[in-house]
Nanobody
Framework: VQLQASGGGLVQVGGSLRLSCAAS????????VGWFRRAPGKEREFVSS????????LFADSVKGRFDISRDKARNTVSLQMNNVKPEDTAVYYC?????????????????WGQGTQVTVSS
């Protein structure tokens, strides 16, 4: 599975941004999908994930209540809606597909990764 993350950019504090992850070569409709991010000087960290049918979602405590994740099986995409963004949300955001249908917070459960999209929150 090849993944392409898009939708990053410059956004002001308190604003919103919607990231999208699209799969090519084959569908990832049977896989869990996660979003991770890496801020400058920090390790890559879990942000959110969604199971194959969308019935289970997970969020990092730092984004809970502000971010939402959803998937569109017809379009073979997963979106991360970022609301009320903060300067600490500045990072490169990566989407990843898991080995199976479930969802996880662990990087090692995601063998397929996209190239990342930059999100910069200005104050």
């Amino acid at each position: 599975v090849q993944l392409q993350a898009s939708g990053g950019g410059l956004v002001q504090v308190g604003g919103s941004l919607r990231l999208s992850c699209a799969a090519s070569r084959r569908t990832f409709n049977n896989n869990g999908v996660g979003w991770f991010r890496r801020a400058p000087g920090k390790e890559r960290e879990f942000v959110s994930s969604i199971s194959w049918n969308g019935d289970r979602t997970l969020f990092a405590d730092s984004v809970k209540g502000r971010f939402d994740i959803s998937r569109d099986k017809a379009r073979n995409t997963v979106s991360l809606q970022m609301n009320n963004v903060k300067p600490e949300d500045t990072a490169v955001y990566y989407c990843a597909a898991s080995r199976d249908a479930t969802t996880s917070r662990q990087r090692q459960d995601y063998p397929y990764w996209g190239q990342g999209t930059q999100v910069t929150v200005s104050s």
